[in-house]
Nanobody, 123 residues
């Protein structure tokens, strides 16, 4: 299996940008579909984005489309989430996740999870 560790969270003003990273160990992320989720206080975990093994196919939910960019560097065993035009509503703990390829796209259920990194957007 794969172990995932997120980093890059912090405090940013509304309208600003922030980049998150997720470093994998145990197995290469090249074997997995990768995704990003977030969980805001008092809310359930929300699926945000997914990327295929090649990085050529991506998916974004409407709330982040055009503002967030998912990417991966399989050689570095790292997943990224570039966030821009941040809003206070984006405040949440952000999680990366990994899953073996499935028949459906995008997958919304994942087998492996990181511990999360806090993103706080001030108004």
């Amino acid at each position: 299996q794969v172990q995932l560790v997120e980093s890059g969270g912090g405090l940013v003003q509304a309208g600003g940008s922030l980049s998150l990273s997720c470093v994998a160990s145990g197995r290469s992320i090249g074997s997995y579909i990768m995704g990003w989720f977030r969980q805001a206080p008092g809310k359930e975990r929300e699926f945000l984005s997914a990327i295929t093994w090649s990085g050529h196919r991506t998916y974004y939910v409407d709330s982040v489309k055009g503002r967030f960019t998912i990417s991966r560097d399989n050689a570095k065993n790292t997943l990224y989430l570039q966030m821009s035009s941040l809003k206070p509503e984006d405040t949440a703990v952000y999680y990366c996740a990994a899953d073996l390829p499935r028949d459906t796209w995008p997958p919304r259920s994942y087998d492996y999870w990181g511990q999360g990194t806090q993103v706080t957007v001030s108004s």
